[in-house]
């Protein structure tokens, strides 16, 4: 049944007459179930009357055609190989004003999740840092590093690390690192860690690309697997992505069990074919009841840095068998993850290896026990998927451990535990700035959205995009915090809804305008929060102009009183809706700066003033103010002007004071 399935599948794929966008929007359930649109038609959508495009209708079909019927052909596969020679009809034509679906219909129709949202990819070439962690793998050294240095994609550092190996593995390392020494640098310790966990986070703290590959010492992949990968991560909002594993045995031959059959235990279709999902979507469906991950060698991510939350978390380096499904775990949070299905890592599976061992051990379970607490607190998980995690994980261990009980295992896997861990989850946020700009109002989402993240709260950054992005402030943010860039495809409503956000939080009129406009029909359970920074009270036509945004806006806050008198000369204002705060930030860290480039000598005052070069900042004033300053004291007093603006421009072809 199968064979005749896949060679169905094959026929229809080929044929270009399955639109998959078609039937994701038309069937809900297939959508959130995350299934391979074609595969679940082949094998379920036609005995149920689905209809694999807006040009071919199943039921009609059937009907019209008894003889296929009779014989239980797809109705699809019959059309594709005999019916359309025969001039048989896909779709009742007696029906007026049939909507014949264009394949150039908007980008709109395409869920959300299935799409990458970015300017271009042709010229995006970011460095990746590969990260090669080696213990006693000389055996396996050079085909995996020949692996590397072969692969296609070019803009690599190659990070090599040893673990205080008692093979032949240093002299290996130190071979290739002086064969590449370009791009090539190598780390040994001089005693061993006991821990790979360890190794990653010293490999990461070393690693300069935006991009970072751990590729263990003892596996390797296809020459393009960088190539297919790296295309991803020119969405902001992708975090990781991975590629289709091969298990391999030691002398590198295919291991009879498959990822195929690893995976089948969650979904025996999803990983068919590559896709695109949302971390929140992700947990729901595979990751949060299976590490469908198998290796890391198969993950290119995002760069992380030192306030990844799990690097302070002592208990992670020192994990044997799940350390890095929780690595994933906190990783993606607020994101995006993609699967490829076209390139491959070859995952090497040693019989005696540490998990093997584990598996009939308390620390085995114990470890899916902190799993499973990291899901209850990190994300907005069901306690039936919670149950569901607790009963698999209960049968594996009756039929594996020895006089094993539930008793035993509980005392291992406490479900109390896991449920008691979901009260101090934190709502998932989207943070939602006007642009990646200077100013004040652009500055604090992006401080917020830190803050927020180092507090273990789930953020994702909405980036409006209403001005061109300035490099040094989109440095400003974390660079593991997911970015959605505004495009005009975009459809809120679900992508919220994939995100799971609870709570929208917006800092510019424009941006409130925004999801009160666009969140027709809105997403339930969101809230929007909205942070003034002295729009409001300067703005004309104010009940005008922000009816719409009054509707959408569920809480103010504000740091100045000005800002919230148009609401209460609208009888806008109570005082449930409005929250004052203060202004703040971070303490910065504070270094000496040679400004002798700028003129200015070590002994000299110097003022500076940052902002956004708007007349109302007072550009032209601190200039003014300075130069009377000079000429009464006769101090050496210098300002710096930072922002960008028709200030700055302005001043740029004006010859100011020395």
Not at 288 to 316: A, C, H, K, M, Q
Not at 493 to 510: F, Y
Not at 586 to 610: M, W, Y
Request: hydrophobic letters at 35%.
């Amino acid at each position: 049944m199968i064979q005749n399935e896949l060679f169905d599948y094959y026929i229809v794929r080929n044929s270009g007459f399955f639109d998959s966008r078609f039937y994701l929007r038309e069937y809900q359930d297939i959508r959130s179930a995350d299934i391979d649109p074609l595969w679940h038609f082949i094998r379920y959508g036609w005995k149920e009357g689905r209809n694999p495009s807006k040009t071919f209708d199943t039921k009609y079909y059937l009907d019209s055609n008894p003889d296929v019927r009779y014989h239980n052909i797809n109705p699809l596969v019959h059309y594709i190989r005999f019916g359309k020679r025969e001039g048989r009809i896909t779709i009742n034509r007696s029906i007026k004003n049939i909507d014949i679906y264009s394949a150039n219909e908007s980008l709109n129709n395409i869920p959300w999740n299935l799409k990458l949202i970015t300017e271009s990819r042709e010229n995006y070439l970011p460095k990746v840092s590969i990260i090669v962690p080696n213990y006693n793998h000389s055996r396996f050294l050079i085909e995996r590093l020949e692996s590397i240095y072969n692969q296609t994609y070019k803009n690599i550092e190659v990070i090599l690390l040893d673990d205080y190996s008692a093979d032949t593995s240093i002299s290996l390392l130190e071979g290739y690192a002086d064969k590449y020494s370009e791009n090539t640098q190598c780390y040994f310790n001089d005693s061993n860690s006991g821990s790979p966990f360890t190794q990653w986070k010293k490999g990461i703290s070393l690693a300069s690309g935006d991009l970072i590959w751990i590729a263990e010492s003892d596996d390797f992949c296809d020459d393009d697997f960088l190539e297919k990968l790296i295309p991803y991560f020119a969405d902001e909002s992708i975090l990781l992505a991975y590629a289709h594993t091969i298990f391999i045995d030691i002398a590198g031959n295919r291991h009879p069990f498959a990822f195929e059959s690893y995976v089948t235990q969650v979904d025996p279709q999803k990983w068919g074919t590559s896709y695109i999902n949302t971390a929140h979507n992700e947990v729901n469906t595979g990751l949060g009841l299976l590490n469908t991950i198998p290796n890391v060698s198969s993950v290119v991510f995002r760069r992380i840095d030192e306030n990844f939350p799990l690097f302070n978390d002592y208990e992670w380096q020192k994990m044997k068998v799940c350390g890095d499904w929780l690595f994933y775990l906190n990783l993606i949070r607020g994101g995006r993850i993609a699967y490829c299905h076209e390139t491959h890592s070859y995952y090497r599976i040693h019989q005696a290896g540490s998990s093997k061992k584990a598996q009939t051990q308390d620390i085995y379970y114990k470890e899916h026990e902190k799993v499973a607490c990291t899901l209850a607190h990190s994300y907005n998980v069901s306690e039936l998927l919670l149950k569901r995690f607790h009963d698999r994980l209960l049968n594996y261990y009756l039929q594996n451990v020895k006089h094993g009980d539930k008793g035993k295992f509980s005392a291992c896997f406490d479900f109390k535990k896991i449920l008691d861990s979901r009260k101090n989850r934190k709502p998932n946020v989207l943070i939602a700035p006007f642009a990646f700009s200077f100013g004040g109002g652009e500055i604090f989402p992006i401080r917020l959205a830190n803050a927020l993240t180092e507090n273990d709260v789930s953020v994702t950054v909405f980036n409006g995009g209403y001005e061109p992005t300035q490099s040094g402030v989109r440095k400003m943010l974390y660079p593991q915090i997911p970015v959605i860039n505004n495009n005009p495809t975009i459809d809120i409503n679900s992508m919220l809804k994939e995100l799971g956000i609870e709570i929208i939080h917006t800092h510019h009129a424009s941006m409130e305008n925004l999801f009160a406009s666009r969140k027709v029909n809105g997403y339930t359970g969101v809230k929007h929060v909205a942070t003034m920074h002295g729009m409001y009270e300067m703005m004309e036509n104010f009940t005008l102009n922000t009816r719409e945004i009054q509707k959408s806006v569920d809480h103010w806050i504000y740091t100045a009183d000005k800002n919230i008198i148009p609401f209460k000369k609208t009888d806008l204002y109570s005082e449930t809706k409005f929250t004052r705060i203060c202004n703040g930030m971070k303490l910065p860290e504070f270094r000496k700066l040679d400004l002798s480039p700028l003129g200015i000598k070590p002994n000299s005052f110097t003022a500076c003033l940052a902002s956004r070069a708007l007349p109302e900042k007072g550009w032209k004033e601190a200039i003014e103010a300075i130069g009377k300053v000079r000429d009464v004291t006769n101090i050496d007093i210098h300002l710096i002007l930072i922002g960008e603006g028709p200030t700055y421009d302005e001043l740029q072809d004006q010859t100011l004071p020395g």
